[in-house]
């Protein structure tokens, strides 16, 4: 993906680690997967033990820092891997969605790191831009009724094939490139901002890779893929 210059210059450190991976059979759920859910969410509560510790966990710092500053109240709109996080320390499981996002979900807990998927049939992984938003430019979120129209300040990643917004990174992708149980290939992203080093996010995507690959490839289509 590329980054336009401006934002480079505005945000040095700046950065997105992509992964795809193909061949996916998507569920709405899974039995091994609800329970390798609830062993992590374990670990996470023995790990943190307040959400004092939260607030000062330096990636979720490096988030908000940057929340506020493309236009986002990271108190209202808490950055994902922060809010998740929060959700099992207050006792609540994670959300079943589907094994896809349930499996990133579980690696952005852990990591700390915020994760987007797209549909690979829904976009041009080789067209697309993060730029600066455009005044009144439209975007309809995952889980919103009508589009919102941008300020202007909010950072956004563009498909220029169609000049479809895909994402206001790093807090919202689009409904109309989301992942569902008919998606076969994703294009994920371990999204950076300044104050996140490459090896957390290469951290981040290790673990996505291992996460999805065993809940979301069947083995025989894997040994299918490497032999063709």
């Not at 940057?66 to 950055?79: A, E």
């Not at 009508?146 to 917004?165: A, H, M, R, T, Y």
């Not at 994920?188 to 951290?203: N, R």
Request: proline letters at 3%.
């Amino acid at each position: 993906m590329q980054i336009s210059e401006d934002l480079k210059s505005a945000y040095q450190g700046l950065q997105v680690l992509e992964l795809e991976i193909n061949n996916l059979r998507i569920k709405k759920n899974n039995t091994d997967l609800e329970e390798f859910k609830k062993r992590k969410q374990e670990e996470i509560r023995q790990k943190i033990k307040s959400l004092e510790e939260v607030k000062n966990l330096s990636i979720f710092r490096a988030y908000r820092n940057f929340y506020w500053k493309v236009g986002v109240d990271p108190t209202k709109t808490r950055p994902a891997g922060e809010a998740l996080t929060r959700r099992i320390l207050g006792g609540k499981d994670l959300p079943t969605i589907n094994t896809l996002v349930d499996s990133y979900n579980i690696a952005s807990a852990e990591s700390f790191v915020a994760i987007a998927a797209f549909d690979l049939a829904s976009i041009s992984k080789d067209s697309l831009l993060m730029r600066r938003a455009k005044v009144e430019e439209l975007f309809l979120g995952i889980g919103m009724n009508v589009p919102i129209k941008l300020s202007g300040v909010e950072v956004v990643i563009e498909d220029q094939d169609n000049s479809n917004l895909i994402a206001v990174y790093p807090y919202r992708d689009s409904d109309a490139s989301k992942v569902t149980e008919k998606t076969r290939d994703v294009l994920m992203m371990m999204c950076g901002v300044p104050g996140i080093s490459i090896e957390d996010l290469k951290a981040a995507e290790r673990l996505t890779r291992n996460y999805v690959e065993k809940y979301c490839i069947r083995v025989d289509d894997a040994v299918s893929s490497l032999s063709s």
